[in-house]
C-alpha cells in the first residue's frame, strides 16, 4: 500500500507562485508513474500533470501547459508540481496518484493510490 501526502497548498494572488510536494511511503518509488489531478467544487476530478518513472517524460493539461512544470525526485521519493502564472480558476483540491508502471496516464482511473488532497486558492 502506497501512502501519499501532499503539501504546499495555500491562498496566493493572481499572477503567483505555489509549489506542491507529495511525498511517498514506498521505497519502491522509481516503480511508480505519478499524476496530479485537481477538483474544484462541484466540477470533476481532472487531469493536470504527470510523470513517467524516471522522469524524462511528462504530459500536461491544454490549461495548465506552460505554466505549471512536474518533476521528481527518487532519491526523496517525492513528486512536485511548481505552479507559476496563477489564475482564479487554477483554485481547487490538488490530488497525487501514483501507478505502478513506467508510463504515466492521463485519466484518474488509471492510478491506484491518491494523497488526501491540498487546497489550492489563487485569488483575483
Known amino acids: 500500500q502506497v501512502q501519499l501526502v501532499e503539501s504546499g497548498g495555500g491562498l496566493v494572488q493572481a499572477g503567483g507562485s505555489l509549489r506542491l510536494s507529495c511525498a511517498a511511503s514506498?521505497?519502491?518509488?522509481?516503480?511508480?508513474?505519478m499524476g496530479w489531478f485537481r477538483q474544484a467544487p462541484e466540477k470533476e476530478r481532472e487531469f493536470v500533470a504527470a510523470?513517467?518513472?524516471?522522469?524524462?517524460?511528462?504530459g500536461y493539461s491544454v490549461s495548465v501547459k506552460g505554466r505549471f512544470t512536474i518533476s521528481r525526485d527518487n532519491a526523496k521519493n517525492t513528486v512536485y508540481l511548481q505552479m507559476s502564472s496563477l489564475k482564479p480558476e487554477d483554485t481547487a483540491v490538488y490530488y497525487c496518484?501514483?501507478?505502478?508502471?513506467?508510463?504515466?496516464?492521463?485519466?484518474?482511473?488509471?492510478?491506484?493510490?491518491w494523497g488526501q488532497g491540498t487546497q489550492v486558492t489563487v485569488s483575483s
Open positions: 496518484a501514483a501507478r505502478q508502471s513506467r508510463s504515466f496516464y492521463y485519466t484518474h482511473n488509471e492510478y491506484d493510490y
Open positions: 510523470i513517467n518513472w524516471s522522469g524524462d517524460d511528462t
Open positions: 514506498e521505497r519502491t518509488f522509481r516503480n511508480y508513474a
